[in-house]
């Protein structure tokens, strides 16, 4: 039984380090600047975000909702990771389709909006990380007469 225990702390405390470090590659996206050519990194890729999937130990996809805002998304970015206490803070992304409508199917996302939502989860119940195309952030919707 104490294997089993170990194996399952070491497994969070890697998905805890995975967090940690999918932060620090977006902060230097963030805050890479040079002398010469200012925050190049930042403008190169356009967007200081890294939006990703939480996939749960039950194997469900992560919903988080926000009833104030009236979101409810599986897309999230990472605002900041306490390791000694194996937790993260996410802010939500807000997924849209198509038309521009929040869509919770994650088939039907065409684009993703950065809020000012955050949320404290605890790792220990994530078991794996999807990273998601940077484009998403970046899409502006464009819907073109059909005639």
Same mark, same amino acid.
């Given at each position: 039984?104490?294997?089993?225990?170990?194996?399952?702390?070491?497994?969070n405390?890697?998905?805890?380090?995975?967090?940690?470090?999918?932060?620090?590659?977006?902060d /230097?996206?963030?805050n890479?600047?040079?002398?010469?050519?200012?925050? /190049?990194?930042?403008?190169?890729?356009?967007?200081?975000?890294?939006?990703?999937?939480?996939?749960?130990?039950?194997?469900?996809?992560?919903?988080?909702?926000?009833?104030?805002?009236?979101?409810?998304?599986?897309?999230?970015?990472?605002?900041?990771?306490?390791?000694?206490?194996?937790?993260?803070? /996410?802010?939500?992304?807000?997924?849209?389709?198509?038309?521009?409508?929040?869509?919770?199917?994650?088939?039907?996302?065409?684009?993703?909006?950065?809020?000012?939502?955050?949320?404290?989860?605890?790792?220990?119940?994530?078991?794996?990380?999807?990273?998601?195309?940077?484009?998403?952030?970046?899409?502006k919707?464009?819907?073109?007469?059909?005639?």
């Amino acid at each position: 039984m104490s294997n089993y225990l170990n194996s399952e702390r070491k497994s969070n405390h890697c998905m805890c380090d995975a967090l940690f470090e999918l932060k620090l590659l977006q902060d /230097l996206l963030k805050n890479s600047q040079t002398k010469f050519f200012g925050s /190049l990194l930042e403008k190169l890729v356009g967007t200081d975000t890294i939006p990703f999937l939480l996939v749960t130990q039950k194997g469900d996809l992560l919903s988080l909702h926000n009833a104030m805002e009236g979101i409810e998304t599986k897309f999230f970015r990472i605002e900041s990771v306490d390791l000694e206490n194996c937790s993260a803070t /996410l802010s939500l992304l807000r997924p849209l389709d198509m038309e521009g409508d929040l869509t919770n199917a994650p088939c039907d996302v065409v684009r993703l909006e950065k809020t000012s939502i955050c949320k404290v989860i605890d790792v220990t119940s994530i078991c794996a990380i999807q990273l998601l195309e940077i484009e998403m952030l970046k899409r502006k919707i464009i819907i073109e007469p059909k005639w």
